[in-house]
């Protein structure tokens, strides 16, 4: 069955770095969309950036210049590098996969499995 654990979350000061992972298994990864999305307390889940399988990217404009989605498909792993964090980045983040019908997309109704979560706090 498909698995997804992200890792690397944690807490930073504004304007740190930290970098997402999230180890996929359980089916073909290289071949799907993949996707990161948040949750703030109180908020909807909102899309943060996606990755097609030819590496084609899409980012939310709140981050945009400031994070970056790659994976890596020898290690099934897809990866958030965020940089110059700000305290309302403060959220529990998500790897998400599926085939939505058109990728990258943010929208998350469209991803059929999820991790965890990893929280990252900015403060």
């Known amino acids: 069955h498909v698995q997804l654990v992200e890792s690397g979350g944690g807490s930073v000061q504004a304007g740190g770095s930290l970098r997402l992972s999230c180890a996929a298994s359980?089916?073909?990864?290289?071949?799907?969309?993949m996707g990161w999305f948040r949750q703030a307390p109180g908020k909807e889940r909102e899309g943060v950036a996606a990755?097609?399988?030819?590496?084609?990217?899409s980012y939310a404009d709140s981050v945009k210049g400031r994070f970056t989605i790659s994976k890596d498909n020898a290690k099934n792993t897809l990866y958030l590098q965020m940089n110059s964090l700000k305290p309302e980045d403060t959220a529990m983040y998500y790897c998400a996969t599926g085939r939505p019908p058109v990728c990258p997309t943010l929208r998350s109704a469209q991803f059929n499995y999820w991790g965890q979560g990893t929280q990252v706090t900015v403060s």
């Open positions: 359980g089916y073909t990864y290289s071949s799907y969309c």
């Open positions: 990755i097609d399988s030819d590496g084609s990217t």
